[in-house]
């Protein structure tokens, strides 16, 4: 029988799953944000939480959600973190809690569609459907010859994997596939034409992933979900009760990501080849293949800069034109008649897509001021993004005013709540500082006799400031960059003049680097802002992190400028001197993971030390000892790692 939940309270909760924990200890910093989350939801009101490394944030939001037994979603900033807490913390704190809550809290995790294999798919590549034979009239989805054996193999490898895989996701094979290999047998949510018009609707990973999300209590997403979710006014997820962001520092540019659009060659290219397979049509396919050609040439001379907003002639003509040759396209699939169930399933798709890119263009041809056009990429493959001026209004219409949200992370910019909307009113702010001693543990070093970043001296002196702190620190180094260029200078330097290890970011993917610097203690991992966050590595192995520079956003950041120009003389102390401060802190808080950890984190910026600035930057940071003297963060770091 469930216990009156009079009798449950958030305190014995609290206790009973932080006792399960293999190291169990008080953390007040958790009870204290638990305490506020559970107020919020009660009273129905908007919390911000910076919570410091160590607090035990997740555990601190999600037992008064449990508790709380009100549907709740939680964004996570990345698959990676999605993934711990659908591997580990949700089914520790299930179980833990199962008695005392008196039933077991239900939680899923849904993911887009192209994170789960499609079985329509598979059955094209394979040549069967519904496990009959393919008809003469239906040729495969895929020209497996356009493949190289390396990826035919991988492909064979995940038909195999998904006739005994009881989730379909691909975070759950036991190898790690090209992306050209699961874009093979997956399919977005574009071009998806539903489980009602699909042979395999009854059996989709990705509809069985949508049905345990509509039953459960607690749903996990990835925020770029969460904002796709917002874009399309709630279509994506069911309806629920509370929305947890966590690591909410970067939900301004995710939302600017996910509620904009994108349009380029590819676009084009990939519906051509939708196309292709279902419409045999020469000029048509040309038709298709030009425009994104067209759209190349016209957004080529203006990679890395604005466009006005209505879209300038030449890139709204090149647009119109790919608008007339979807209602074409259009027409000619209308025309086609099969009986088929994967010739249909392909003409589905692409009708689904030509629609979708139809879309798109109809809204890239009517923005107004509040957006901002720009062009990305590189000028043999340019790319037009388009994304909201400010993502205040449409987080204020889609999810302020409809839930109580939690908002955390280990950095919260002091400005972040208004550039998101949230109510002033409405929202209480609250800040637990980290349960490490930071003063005992750590030191912050700035080497304000350095030039400054932009001088030419800068680098070769930056170079032996680097050499000297790793040589006393045996290795043991995570070195981070604000630009390749100037990781891979370093690297070349410091392989010259060190005798340790050093990986650098371009050569490994990700978890391999990981893995690598983890398994050897006297080794150096130098990379790029990817890895300013989500590196969690304790011990003696990470005991030094630098930075070359303090990570101000680039200048000519095309959104960035646009809205630095809304503000005006506020822009830098609203936009630049925030986000610098906080990728500032997130690589800072690579260091020091657990309570026994040491180690020094070096800014080799001078400005930290001499700019009136410094305040805002320091205040945002860990309260590190700090020291602008070499020979004492020498003998530290041979202290700590002798």
Not at 51 to 78: D, H, N, S
Not at 192 to 203: D, E, H, Q, T
Not at 465 to 476: C, D, K, N, T
């Amino acid at each position: 029988m469930p216990k009156p939940s009079s009798r449950r309270t958030l305190s014995d909760a609290l206790e009973i799953a932080t006792s399960a924990l293999p190291a169990a200890e008080i953390r007040p910093g958790q009870r204290q944000m638990a305490d506020a989350v559970e107020e919020a939801i009660a009273e129905g009101r908007h919390l911000v939480v910076q919570a410091g490394t160590g607090t035990g944030k997740t555990i601190a939001y999600l037992v008064p959600a449990m508790l709380a037994g009100k549907r709740t979603v939680v964004a996570t900033a990345t698959k990676a973190l999605q993934d711990q807490l659908a591997r580990k913390d949700l089914p520790f704190l299930v179980e833990a809690l199962a008695d005392y809550l008196g039933h077991e809290v239900t939680w899923a995790v849904l993911k887009g569609r192209r994170n789960y294999v499609c079985r329509q798919r598979i059955a094209e590549v394979t040549g069967q459907s519904d496990g009959k034979g393919r008809r003469d009239d239906s040729p495969t989805l895929l020209d497996l010859d356009d493949f190289s054996s390396t990826t035919k193999r991988e492909i064979d490898r995940i038909v195999t994997w998904a006739a005994r895989t009881p989730t379909g996701d691909f975070a759950d094979l036991d190898f790690n596939p090209s992306e050209r290999a699961t874009l093979a047998v997956s399919v977005g949510s574009e071009e998806c034409p539903g489980a009602n018009r699909c042979p395999f609707g009854g059996s989709c990973f990705a509809e069985i992933a949508r049905a345990r999300a509509a039953e459960a209590e607690i749903i996990v997403v990835n925020t770029h979900l969460y904002g796709n979710h917002i874009a399309s006014e709630g279509a994506l997820l069911p309806e629920h009760d509370i929305v947890i962001v966590d690591e909410a520092h970067g939900l301004e540019d995710i939302m600017s990501d996910t509620v904009g659009m994108s349009i380029g060659e590819g676009s084009f290219t990939y519906f051509a080849g939708a196309v292709r397979r279902i419409l045999d049509d020469p000029k048509l396919d040309r038709d298709i293949t030009d425009v994104g050609l067209m759209l190349n040439e016209v957004l080529s001379p203006s990679v890395g800069n604005r466009l006005s907003a209505p879209l300038p002639v030449g890139v709204a003509e090149v647009l119109a034109r790919g608008r007339l040759v979807i209602a074409t396209t259009l027409d000619g699939l209308r025309r086609i008649e099969t009986k088929d169930d994967d010739s249909n399933q392909r003409k589905l798709r692409a009708q689904m897509l030509a629609n979708r890119l139809a879309a798109t263009l109809d809204a890239a041809l009517a923005i107004d001021a509040t957006f901002v056009p720009f062009v990305t990429g590189r000028a043999d493959r340019p790319k037009l993004d388009i994304a909201p001026l400010d993502v205040a209004p449409i987080l204020r219409e889609g999810v302020w005013s409809k839930h109580p949200a939690i908002l955390t992370s280990a950095t919260i910019p002091a400005n972040m709540p208004t550039r998101i909307g949230l109510p002033a009113d409405g929202t209480e702010m609250l800040d637990v500082e980290s349960p490490f001693d930071y003063q005992e543990n750590s030191i912050l070093y700035c080497s304000t006799s350095l030039p400054e970043p932009n001088t030419p001296q800068f680098t070769p002196r930056m170079h032996d400031e680097l050499f000297h702190l790793i040589s006393a620190a045996g290795g043991r180094t995570l070195a981070l960059f604000t630009s390749y260029k100037a990781m891979d200078a370093a690297v070349t330097e410091m392989r010259k003049r060190l005798s340790v290890t050093v990986f650098a970011q371009n050569e490994y993917q990700r978890g391999q680097l990981v893995r690598m610097f983890s398994e050897d203690e006297t080794s150096c991992l130098f990379a790029t802002a990817s890895f300013f966050q989500g590196i969690d590595i304790p011990g003696r192995t990470l005991s030094l992190v630098t930075l070359d520079r303090i990570p101000f956003p680039r200048p000519d950041d095309p959104l960035l400028s646009a809205r630095r120009e809304a503000l005006g003389d506020r822009a830098f102390r609203d936009i630049d001197l925030p986000r610098a401060a906080t990728l500032l802190a997130q690589a800072t808080g690579r260091l020091i993971r657990n309570a026994s950890d040491r180690g020094v984190v070096a800014v080799f910026d001078p400005r930290l030390g001499t700019k009136n600035y410094r305040r805002e930057i320091l205040a945002a940071m860990p309260p590190m000892r700090r020291s602008t003297t070499r020979s004492e963060v020498e003998e530290f770091l041979r202290l700590i790692t002798g």
